[in-house]
């Protein structure tokens, strides 16, 4: 079974900068659609974006549009998101996932997900 296994959280300041990195045992990148979700305590998972198995399509939430950047590299077997001018409101626990589908921004079509990292932006 795939596995994938985020990096790059940290603590960071309004405005500041973090690379989300999720790398894949298996090439499992250059056949499925992938994304990244959050959450925070008492919360559903919420869709960030999403970039599609043939890397020729990405979208993003409205809430992300402009700021972060999704992106992959199959021969490396990572997917990466780029967060620019970091909020407050950012802060949440971020997770890649695989779907089956080209891409998705529903978290129930991603049937393999990673342990997670924790962001945290400070005012």
């Known amino acids: 079974q795939v596995q994938l296994v985020e990096s790059g959280g940290g603590l960071v300041q309004a405005g500041g900068s973090l690379r989300l990195s999720c790398a894949a045992s298996?090439?499992?990148?250059?056949?499925?659609?992938a994304g990244w979700f959050r959450q925070t305590p008492g919360k559903e998972r919420e869709f960030v974006a999403t970039?599609?198995?043939?890397?020729?399509?990405?979208h993003y939430d409205d809430s992300v549009k402009g700021r972060f950047t999704i992106s992959k590299d199959n021969a490396k077997k990572t997917i990466y998101l780029q967060m620019n001018n970091l909020k407050p409101e950012d802060t949440a626990i971020y997770y890649c996932?695989?779907?089956?589908?080209?891409?998705?921004?529903?978290?129930?079509?991603?049937?393999?997900w990673g342990q997670g990292t924790q962001v945290t932006v400070s005012s």
């Open positions: 996932a695989a779907t089956a589908l080209v891409a998705s921004y529903n978290a129930r079509e991603y049937n393999t």
């Open positions: 298996g090439p499992v990148f250059s056949t499925y659609g």
């Open positions: 970039i599609s198995r043939f890397n020729d399509y990405t």
